[in-house]
């Protein structure tokens, strides 16, 4: 819901710190996998209990997350890059709720799995209605041009981001925090279903 207004105002500061990556060479998929592996280091750090920090991790992970499409755009965009992109993604979204998971398993454990299943659900409708929209050569630039057809909803990238930072911040908090937020990416999973059932009613 709030990514296109966020990449407003991203987009141009991250514009010349790509340019400038692809000018030394740095390629894309270095800073895609750069962001994964700091967003590891993050659920490492929140299992133990390090929450702050693995709030800042967090956000530098995000950050090469919006600087790899930046350094793309730059350089030369690939549909392998596209598909790493997404894949680390997701890599990431499972990782954090896992790393609560480990935090407190008797506390955290049930909210833990039931955010995971809404995660599960929502990027699968993602996906799903990309691959449709891909067979009818469906084009959008909504979020900025991206590898996959990508459909807006009321949980997306900013407002995941928000919420694992609350978690961090707040962490005796997490079951409510997970259970509302799950709710929320279910939600915006059956809006998508009740889009593609008018988007992809008849045969291209």
């Known amino acids: 819901m709030l990514d296109g207004a966020v990449r407003r105002i991203l987009d141009p500061i991250l514009k ?3 340019i400038a990556l692809a000018k030394r060479g740095v390629g894309a998929d270095a800073v895609t996998i750069t962001g994964l592996a700091l967003g590891l280091a993050a659920a490492v750090l929140i ?9 800042v ?6 950050l090469c997350d919006g600087l790899d499409g930046a350094v793309a755009r730059s350089s030369r965009k690939t ?15 499972g990782a954090i709720p896992l790393a609560f998971i480990m935090a407190d398993p008797s506390t955290n454990g049930l909210a833990g799995g039931v955010l995971l299943f809404a995660f599960y659900v929502n990027g699968s409708s993602f996906l799903a209605f990309a691959i449709m929209a891909e067979k009818r050569t469906m084009m959008t630039e909504a979020r900025g041009a991206k590898s996959l057809y990508f459909t807006t909803g009321l949980a997306e990238a900013t407002e995941t981001i928000v919420f694992l930072l609350a978690c961090c911040l707040f ?9 509302f937020f799950a709710a929320i990416c279910l939600y915006t999973a059956l809006a998508r279903i009740a889009l593609a ?3 992809f009613r008849d045969e291209p």
């Open 16 to 18: 010349p710190i790509g």
């Open 47 to 55: 299992a133990w209990h390090s929450y702050l920090v693995g709030a």
């Open 57 to 62: 991790l967090i956000l530098a992970s995000r």
């Open 79 to 93: 549909d392998f890059g596209g598909f790493l992109d997404i894949v680390l993604d997701f890599a990431f979204y």
């Open 171 to 179: 962490p005796l908090w997490f079951p409510a925090l997970a259970m």
């Open 197 to 199: 059932r008018l988007t």
